[in-house]
């Protein structure tokens, strides 16, 4: 296993993700998810893990919850191509059901084992501001369980001096059946992020 010595660009971080075996969700896995993006790029984008479309594609936010995603960062006037994209577990964890594959969350021994990528992917993109989509991304970024609600629209800081910003998880959208409440859920996640947009033009 690579040491945080000796991974210090965004390649050799992919390369050791793809050997990770710190906890056992690699063995079900179809492969590991790094992050994607600039490599110095001031926003970084977390969620809680990779979905079935991602597990397959081996590419973060490219499924349903994705497109919600994008929708949304357009809305917020924030372009997707200058973020890193990235999740708190690199790997799929799902229950097979026939021939689906259903999301489970992942637990907290698995977000601490998969906290070390992460770390790393901040040491080395140095995003000016990260933002956590959801409790499992926010939990792992505050090394302790935090709720969403209590956090969300704010720039907070870390202990380590980063800045984050808490919202939902794109798929929290997707669960949503009344449209009414959707739209409006939505609109709350656009305003979200556009906090952070003024945040990141003031910090520039």
Same mark, same amino acid.
């Given at each position: 296993?690579?040491?945080?010595?000796?991974? *210090?660009?965004?390649?050799?971080?992919?390369?050791?993700?793809?050997?990770?075996?710190?906890?056992?969700?690699?063995?079900?896995?179809?492969?590991?998810?790094?992050?994607?993006?600039? *490599?110095?790029?001031?926003?970084? #984008?977390?969620?809680?893990?990779?979905?079935?479309?991602?597990?397959?594609?081996?590419? +973060?936010?490219?499924?349903?919850?994705?497109?919600?995603?994008?929708?949304?960062?357009?809305?917020?006037?924030?372009?997707?191509?200058?973020?890193?994209?990235?999740?708190?577990?690199?790997?799929?964890?799902?229950? +097979?059901?026939?021939?689906?594959? #259903?999301?489970?969350? +992942?637990?907290?021994?698995?977000?601490?084992?998969?906290?070390?990528?992460?770390?790393?992917?901040?040491?080395?993109?140095?995003?000016? #501001?990260?933002?956590?989509?959801?409790?499992?991304?926010?939990?792992?970024?505050?090394?302790?369980?935090?709720?969403?609600?209590?956090?969300?629209?704010?720039?907070?800081?870390?202990?380590?001096?980063?800045?984050?910003?808490?919202?939902?998880?794109?798929?929290? #959208?997707?669960?949503?059946?009344?449209?009414?409440?959707?739209?409006?859920?939505?609109?709350?996640?656009?305003?979200?992020?556009?906090?952070?947009?003024?945040?990141?033009?003031?910090?520039?």
């Amino acid at each position: 296993m690579a040491t945080p010595t000796t991974i *210090t660009t965004l390649a050799a971080l992919r390369e050791a993700e793809a050997a990770c075996t710190r906890c056992p969700l690699f063995r079900k896995a179809t492969q590991v998810v790094p992050g994607e993006g600039k *490599t110095k790029a001031r926003l970084m #984008l977390v969620g809680e893990q990779p979905g079935n479309d991602e597990d397959l594609t081996g590419r +973060p936010f490219v499924g349903p919850a994705g497109r919600v995603l994008d929708r949304a960062l357009e809305e917020a006037g924030i372009d997707r191509a200058e973020a890193f994209v990235t999740n708190a577990v690199k790997h799929f964890k799902f229950e +097979p059901r026939g021939k689906r594959r #259903l999301h489970q969350r +992942p637990d907290a021994y698995e977000i601490e084992r998969c906290r070390w990528w992460l770390d790393l992917e901040r040491e080395i993109v140095k995003p000016a #501001l990260v933002v956590a989509l959801g409790a499992t991304a926010a939990r792992s970024l505050f090394g302790r369980t935090v709720t969403v609600s209590g956090l969300r629209g704010e720039v907070r800081t870390l202990a380590d001096g980063g800045r984050v910003l808490v919202t939902i998880h794109p798929s929290f #959208l997707l669960r949503i059946e009344d449209e009414r409440a959707k739209a409006a859920e939505f609109g709350r996640l656009v305003e979200d992020l556009k906090v952070g947009a003024r945040f990141l033009k003031r910090a520039a």
